[in-house]
């Protein structure tokens, strides 16, 4: 028994292809999954499924389709709802492992039930999307406050490395709150950065070689422990909780907290 799994390039678009060819060929895909590109690090997922002995999957390249991925996602809007995409968004960004065919057994239901999706919490597939969406928008949320900017010769940087894709979900509030100035907020695991200019942001990708580069590491030093002092100075020390700080700054963001340095 062969099931057929889609292979896509891990954008947004590719997926909501995949979902438009598994909806009009009426198949139930046994995997959607990206395609490796470009990482040393990780094994191409296509090497990894043709080396399975058993022969169980055949893998299917679907080729990104912009008409297809405007079809799916002006029907979700229409026949579900724009906040039912918005969840499917940022699902789309957890980038959790499986969360393509979470996507796609949701639009499914959607289809069915309609504007109130969301409401069906006894569904599976509905309450496994609300959960994971609740902790991107919690990453969101967090990164907000934790976001550190520094001043370089014509540029604000900033660098962090969050759970989930969410650079493209922050980078709205930072470009009201500096928008006079140009800063770039650089995902460093993805090597993804947003970039603005005063005028217009968008996604590009950026190394740690490439940022190197641009920055000034003199003023660099200088700035960091402007804030260093800063915050030990309006710290109050009798009333230091560390269990708390823990709870709500997790530690595995203080690596670009330079307070916490």
Same mark, same amino acid.
């Given at each position: ?20 060819? %598994? ?6 895909? %046994? ?43 002006? %029907? ?128 590009? @990708? ?6 190197? @580069? ?27 909780? @560390? ?19």
């Amino acid at each position: 028994m062969y099931s057929r799994g889609y292979i896509y390039d891990g954008s947004f678009e590719g997926l909501l292809t995949c979902i438009f060819e %598994a909806y009009y060929r009426h198949e139930n895909p %046994a995997f959607i999954t990206e395609i490796k590109k470009n990482k040393l690090n990780k094994q191409s997922t296509l090497f990894e499924l043709l080396e399975k002995e058993d022969d169980s999957f055949i893998p299917v390249n679907i080729e990104t389709d912009i008409n297809k991925y405007s079809r799916v996602y002006n %029907a979700i809007i229409n026949k579900i709802s724009t906040e039912a995409l918005d969840t499917i968004y940022h699902v789309f960004l957890s980038e959790l492992s499986g969360f393509e065919i979470w996507i796609l057994d949701y639009i499914r239901f959607g289809f069915k039930i309609g504007f109130d999706i969301n409401k069906y919490l006894q569904d599976s597939s509905v309450l496994k999307m609300i959960k994971t969406e609740r902790k991107v928008v919690v990453e969101v949320q967090r990164m907000l406050g934790f976001i550190r900017f520094e001043k370089f010769n014509n540029f604000y940087y900033s660098a962090y490395e969050p759970d989930h894709n969410i650079t493209s979900l922050i980078t709205p509030h930072f470009t009201e709150r500096f928008a006079d100035q140009n800063f770039i907020i650089h995902d460093i695991k993805r090597e993804l950065a947003s970039i603005y200019n005063k005028k217009t942001w968008y996604i590009t @990708s950026l190394t740690q070689s490439n940022i190197s @580069s641009l920055i000034n590491t003199e003023f660099y030093c200088s700035y960091e422990e402007l804030w260093k002092n800063y915050f030990q100075n309006t710290s109050i020390k009798e009333r230091e909780n @560390s269990k708390n700080q823990k709870r709500q700054m997790p530690k595995r963001y203080w690596k670009h907290l330079p307070e916490i340095q």
